[in-house]
């Protein structure tokens, strides 16, 4: 039981990793990304749907992003979902899809952008912590049960620090990788 402790740690420590992996893609960089879409939102007959579901998105220039629903009509509804989620980029309409042409991303864009990646970074360090102490908490109880000893409690607490230090190692990593991305001109 406290190797599955351990094994259900990580697992959630590596599902932090890809959380926060995905929110990464959402916030812009220097180019064109359809990732930056995804939490986009169209009203596609009265349901609440993924604009990737219903469209196709392409990237035809580093700066341009080309949205074409499969259902003509929803042109209009892809245009104003995109307005809503208020992207920092105005959709033009050309009748059979809608363009997003990205504006040149400013230093203060640049810079705001990094600080949101740092803040995700933090809040990912802070669910790893997090995830460490219930570990902890669950082999404390265990010794005090007399399931452990007191020298399985020290191992098992070492062993769930050597994962928080290499997940929060990799959270530092992917920030500085995407803030580098970001600040890339």
């Given at each position: 039981m406290p190797e599955t402790i351990l094994k259900e740690t990580e697992k959630r420590m590596k599902q932090t990793i890809d959380a926060l992996i995905k929110e990464f893609s959402s916030v812009r960089s220097g180019r064109a990304n359809p990732k930056m879409l995804e939490r986009v939102k169209v009203d596609y007959y009265g349901v609440e749907t993924p604009i990737s579901q219903i469209a196709t998105i392409s990237v035809p220039e580093a700066t341009q992003i080309y949205i074409k629903p499969y259902d003509k009509?929803?042109?209009?509804?892809?245009?104003?979902?995109?307005?809503?989620?208020?992207?920092?980029?105005?959709?033009?309409?050309?009748?059979?899809?809608?363009?997003?042409?990205?504006?040149?991303?400013?230093?203060?864009?640049?810079?705001?952008?990094a600080k949101e990646i740092h803040?995700?970074?933090?809040?990912?360090?802070?669910?790893?912590?997090?995830?460490?102490?219930?570990?902890?908490?669950?082999?404390?109880?265990?010794?005090?049960?007399?399931?452990?000893?007191?020298?399985?409690?020290?191992?098992?607490?070492?062993?769930?620090?050597?994962?928080?230090?290499?997940?929060?190692?990799?959270?530092?990593?992917?920030?500085?990788?995407?803030?580098?991305?970001?600040?890339?001109?």
């Open positions: 009509n929803q042109v209009g509804d892809i245009e104003k979902a995109i307005f809503a989620a208020n992207l920092g980029v105005t959709p033009s309409n050309d009748g059979v899809g809608v363009r997003l042409s990205l504006p040149p991303m400013t230093e203060e864009n640049r810079k705001s952008s803040k995700m970074a933090e809040e990912s360090k802070v669910s790893i912590r997090n995830i460490r102490r219930e570990a902890i908490s669950h082999y404390k109880k265990m010794e005090k049960a007399s399931e452990i000893s007191e020298d399985d409690l020290r191992y098992y607490e070492d062993e769930v620090q050597e994962l928080t230090n290499k997940y929060t190692d990799k959270i530092d990593q992917l920030a500085k990788e995407k803030e580098t991305d970001i600040m890339h001109v």
